[in-house]
């Protein structure tokens, strides 16, 4: 799925202070060129200047991928992706953010990171529940130890070997390899 585009930075710092340290965003109190009047202003800025701007949405409403959302203008965007607006002054555009610790409530602008979809799948690479090895990408064969990687929705395989320690070694040698082409850092 595409990135939704982000509104104009300038009207995005009209309506939100973002603490790059905590990574909490607070409303600020919103001029009247973003209401139809000044009675909306006044009510608007009365209930949400100085407080926390967002909540906490489903992604798919699956209930397992949660992250924080701000809706400016009745439009819902993620948080992380306006944290790089107001931080950087670029919209990320078609590139996703990434939250390097895994926790997509934590939008400190130090556990943010660009990326592709592909980088972000490899970045964020955990073993499968039913891996017979309990290693992602590895697979117990035989006597030994099999490693795949996918790379751009491909399955490549790369090698077997006798220790499930070799094969994990293998397939990071490969991640590193493959995340250097790419352009992305560790």
């Known amino acids: 799925m595409a990135a939704r585009r982000l509104p ?9 202070d973002y603490n790059p340290d905590t990574g909490v965003f607070i409303w600020r109190e919103r001029p009247l060129h973003h209401f139809a009047n000044a009675r909306s202003q006044l009510s608007l800025n009365a209930r949400d ?3 926390i701007a967002g909540s906490e949405q489903n992604s798919g409403g699956t209930g397992r991928h949660v992250y924080w959302g701000i809706r400016l203008a ?22 996703e953010v990434d939250h390097v610790n895994g926790n997509s409530l934590d939008n400190k602008i130090g556990n943010l990171r660009l990326t592709t979809r592909s980088g972000n799948m490899l970045l964020n690479d955990r073993a499968h529940a039913d891996s017979s090895s309990r290693a992602r990408g590895i697979q117990k064969n035989g006597s030994g130890y099999m490693a795949r990687i996918m790379w751009h929705g491909k399955s490549h395989y790369l090698g077997t070997w006798r220790s ?23």
């Open 8 to 16: 104009d930075i300038r009207f995005v710092r009209e309506c939100l």
């Open 49 to 51: 200047a100085g407080k």
């Open 74 to 95: 009745g439009v819902l965007y993620r948080a992380h992706r306006l944290a790089w607006l107001l931080f950087y002054g670029t919209d990320p555009g078609a590139l």
């Open 164 to 186: 499930l320690e070799e094969a994990m070694d293998a397939r990071r040698k490969a991640l590193e390899r493959l995340r250097g082409e790419d352009g992305h850092t560790m």
